[in-house]
């Protein structure tokens, strides 16, 4: 009996999932999906986990805010190839309600459930008028809340850390 909880292949629970494919303008001299373009993905999965709160890029600008990435780690673990259709998933899983929160994400082959990438980026909100960190803005507070069921995993990934 395992005492990991079952995800379904996720590495956390609730992922939102935005589902893009590998383009031939996507692959580089490698005959693979450039490193770039994976945090195109990113951006574009954060912009629609960001839109399915019912907010749009509007609503940062109304507000004056915005979140930008401080630290990224990668893992590239497989390459993509043109036509490959591939799950970007992406969590929220720390936030200081203030300035400061993270997002992970996981990238799955469609087809297969391969995990080819993961991500962590942190993140600090900025004032979009002067570049400088800024306390977020309800609507970033609102987003930014980590899920009672991501914060448990977490949590009990880091009690099953050797």
């Known amino acids: 009996m395992s005492t990991k909880p079952d995800n379904d292949g996720w590495d956390l629970p609730e992922p939102f999932i935005h589902r893009v494919t590998a383009r ?5 001299a490698f005959g693979h999906v450039n490193n770039a373009v994976y945090n195109t993905w990113l951006d574009e999965a954060a912009w629609a986990h960001w839109d399915s709160f019912g907010f ?3 609503t940062c600008a109304a507000a004056r805010r915005g979140m930008a990435v401080v630290r990224a780690e990668t893992d590239y673990l497989a390459s993509a190839y043109a036509g490959d259709v591939l799950d970007v998933a992406v969590w929220i899983t720390a936030s200081d309600k203030r300035l400061r929160a993270e997002r992970r994400y996981q990238i799955r082959r ?3 459930g391969k995990t080819i990438f993961r991500a ?8 979009l008028d002067t570049g400088r960190p800024a ?13 009672d069921q991501v914060r448990a995993a ?5 009690n099953s850390a050797p």
Do not use: F, G, T
């Open 110 to 112: 469609a087809d297969n």
């Open 56 to 58: 749009d890029k509007q």
């Open 154 to 158: 977490l949590q009990h990934q880091r």
């Open 120 to 127: 962590l980026w942190k993140l600090v909100c900025i004032n």
């Open 135 to 147: 306390r977020m803005s309800p609507e970033l507070v609102a987003h930014y809340a980590v899920k």
């Open 24 to 28: 031939p303008e996507h692959i580089d």
